[in-house]
């Protein structure tokens, strides 16, 4: 499974972003899909996602200033965020999950892929 994501790029505190990314491939379903990031010297971190049954679970640092939007059908989910702070630039990746096909209709083994990462960088 391949996610391609885009955005991202130099903005300037208080500004706002939008990340893109769409998965591909051939898979039986996608359970959860979303935005993870890095900054330098820090582990991974999730930053927003939808869950399989629709709910939308973010980080408390972006809570209040961010939408995630999935488009199941088309496999895409889109991060938006606004009022950015330097504290934002990391790299960020685009994470699913989900079941490749089993037999039949049946979902079967399990994965889970992360995109290549867009570097977002928020100037004061």
């Known amino acids: 499974v391949q996610l391609q994501a885009s955005g991202g790029g130099l903005v300037q505190a208080g500004g706002s972003l939008r990340l893109s990314c769409a998965a591909s491939?051939?898979?039986?379903?996608?359970?959860?899909m979303g935005w993870y990031r890095q900054a330098p010297g820090k582990e991974r971190e999730m930053v927003a996602r939808?869950?399989?049954?629709?709910?939308?679970d973010y980080a408390a640092a972006v809570k209040d200033r961010s939408t995630v939007a999935r488009d199941t059908a088309a496999n895409t989910v889109i991060l938006s965020m606004n009022r950015l702070k330097p504290e934002d630039t990391a790299v960020y990746f685009c994470?699913?999950?989900?079941?490749?096909?089993?037999?039949?209709?049946?979902?079967?083994?399990?994965?889970?892929?992360w995109g290549k990462g867009t570097q977002v960088t928020v100037s004061s």
């Open positions: 994470n699913a999950d989900g079941f490749l096909h089993g037999k039949g209709w049946s979902p079967g083994r399990y994965f889970a892929s």
């Open positions: 491939g051939d898979f039986h379903s996608i359970s959860t």
């Open positions: 939808v869950l399989r049954n629709g709910e939308e």
